[in-house]
């Protein structure tokens, strides 16, 4: 009984970079024709749309060096069910499990990428908002951990009147007896908004919003009505899903700064997992995040500098009606690197330093203004 | 300014292998001890509590073969804000993104433990609650994608009066248009009672909730209304605390299968990520998993005898007051291997066998019996 299922025709495409023989890789890139979307014995498959169009089809097969491929297959958009969790378990849900496997970038139809609205922001947005028209952004986060709500905001208070764009909670800040969520981000919305009152700036406060379910939901509303000016969330603890929602509620309206952590894992190993491009560039645009916090390479983690590269590209490159975001490369970097970034990264770009601000010597307010005045100063 | 937290002193610790030398080990050790909390020079540090307890301290390092090492690092409880998001941050969120670091176990105290009511049923609720004393569960899947809610449902009749206990969605099954979530689960649901009014057994359908953000949660709910009888979720997609949520929430009250679909990520790789121990086991229990899927050994994906054996041990070893739970092993088995798997996993497992049930022959409804007879069979 072959099965007419209105299919639009339109796919989107994996490009799957697989490990082996040219034959290996063949035979596996049609197991992964099935495993991502039918699941079933081939031979027993309907004919009709389910055999030949909800099963994946190999597009390409390309040689890319000794014992890899690069292979493109494509899935019908419907698959998707036009849905970002389900869109992630089609390109590599079951396909996770295989050793050997990395998605290397997705390529998306106009049809499937309007499902999405994206970044509520994005660079430009971002840039309106904080008023900073061209130079690079300002970040810094604070810390550490074991902070009471009232020394985060008196260290807010500092970095803001020294000039940072963004202060962002360490992503590890969540709702810990010792800096309570709500009376954190009250303490330091108010401390920064205090200190933009002294500096006619507009530096604006991004607590870390995480927890259970839709707690994190509550937290972000909170948030907002408590005089917070954006939000940091990690997909890898929350998921990509809700930061969609965020990105998308009315009643919320903050840009989004993407964290990488948990998200590691997907990307460190070579040959498996998601792409730094795939993961930390195109996942979380299409999610919404308004930029995407990476480790730079040269820091404190192995980043390569043509992933971060690839990153920053992932953010900026068209993709349908998504905005462009920004890349904000992290993880110690120093104020002696700002020169290099720029370089690399462009003006588009948001510089996170963290510890690198404390280290440079005791006076935070005047290490602020120093990275203030290296990033003002044209190149 | 040393700050007084009022911690409580408990710790939980973290098992990580390392690779490198006892030196490099060390080193890596001492940064993961920061980098997991409070991120921050360490020079720097605010003498007190933070210095002494927030920052993880080395337990113990012990070498396991050349250039690998167990390190245990212990954590004050109070980092977790005792959350699950905050927890898996605190235990592998930045790190990551570091290469060969791999999170072995997790050893948890009752003080942090008693946070986590964990799964609602547990292997003997859900024995309960299927009205099944003693033999492995008999779990199957409705696919392929693509076929519409009536063949679902169909589908889902022949397999319940042929004696199946848990019949779950494709994990591939969203709210696609050729058989949307409402319309399914209350199509298979009701074909499942049906089936029940004949045989006189309770089995149950347990759809795939996903879904952005809290859509999540509205449709678990919509299930329960439907008359689902267990869920389907897989926390890669929805995140843990998602799934935790639905394990603690009143409205719901069903049974929860874990799904592993984006998880393989993290413990395919033998030096990096969290092992199958950990991930598909401890994690998905302290998310309120009542039964875990993964991939069987020997199936179509490459999990080791050793790896699902130690899924199986973490879902039933003691871990405080939480109910020990289903290993589900499942990919790819097949009827013939119906004695082994008991063999190996014992009497309290759920034996999924998705695509097996229909190669096994032509008529499904026999194949079903075939399985049930198997299974009911002594060893």
Redesign the interface.
Same mark, same amino acid.
């Given at each position: 009984m072959p099965?007419s299922?209105?299919l639009s025709g339109h796919r989107f495409q994996v490009i799957y970079r697989i490990c082996g023989t040219s034959d290996e890789v063949r035979a596996r890139a049609r197991?992964i024709c099935i495993?991502?979307?039918?699941?079933?014995?081939e031979?027993?498959?309907?004919d009709g749309?389910?055999r030949n169009h909800?099963v994946g089809h190999i597009e390409a097969i390309t040689s890319i060096g000794e014992s890899q491929h690069e292979v493109a297959i494509s899935y019908a958009i419907? #698959?998707?069910?036009f849905?970002?969790?389900?869109l992630?378990?089609?390109i590599?849900?079951?396909?996770?499990?295989?050793?050997g496997v990395r998605v290397e970038r997705i390529v998306m139809p106009e049809t499937l990428l309007q499902a999405f609205p994206g970044p509520r922001f994005g660079c430009m947005g971002v840039r309106t908002y904080l008023g900073v028209t061209r130079r690079p952004l300002l970040c810094t986060?604070l810390?550490?951990?074991?902070? $009471?709500a009232d020394?985060l905001a008196n260290l807010a208070y500092t970095l803001a009147l020294g000039g940072i764009d963004i202060i962002k909670d360490?992503?590890?800040l969540?709702?810990?007896?010792?800096a309570p969520f709500g009376e954190r981000v009250a303490r330091c919305s108010e401390a920064v908004q205090r200190a933009n009152q002294m500096t006619g700036l507009k530096c604006v406060y991004a607590p870390n919003v $995480?927890?259970?379910?839709?707690? #994190?939901?509550r937290r972000a509303h909170l948030a907002r009505q408590l005089g917070a000016g954006a939000l940091l969330i990690?997909p890898?603890?929350?998921?990509f899903?809700?930061m969609?929602?965020?990105a998308t509620d009315e009643g919320i309206g903050l840009p989004i700064l993407g964290h990488?952590?948990?998200?590691?894992?997907?990307?460190?190993?070579p040959d498996?997992?998601?792409s730094h491009y795939a993961i930390f560039g195109q996942l979380m645009r299409l999610a919404g995040a308004d930029a995407t916090i990476f480790?730079n390479y040269g820091g404190?983690?192995?980043?390569s500098r043509e992933a971060c590269k690839a990153i920053a590209q992932a953010a900026s490159e068209p993709m349908g009606c998504l905005r462009p975001i920004f890349p904000a490369p992290a993880?110690g970097m120093t104020l002696e690197r700002v020169p290099e970034m720029r370089t690399v990264y462009g003006e588009d770009v948001i510089l996170l330093i963290?510890?690198g601000l404390?280290?440079r010597g005791p006076d935070l307010l005047a290490n602020c203004r120093e990275f203030r005045r290296l990033v003002e100063h044209a190149l």
């Open positions: 099965a299922l209105e197991e495993e991502q979307t039918v699941e079933f014995p031979a027993l498959l309907p749309d389910i909800i419907e #698959t998707s069910g849905e970002l969790t389900q992630i378990n089609v590599f849900g079951n396909t996770s499990m295989q050793p986060a810390k550490p951990m074991g902070l $009471s020394e360490d992503h590890g969540a709702d810990q007896p010792f $995480s927890g259970r379910g839709d707690e #994190t939901l990690a890898g603890l929350v998921s899903g809700i969609q929602q965020l990488p952590a948990l998200l590691g894992s997907f990307a460190v190993h498996h997992g998601i480790p404190r983690f192995a980043f993880g963290g510890g404390h280290t």
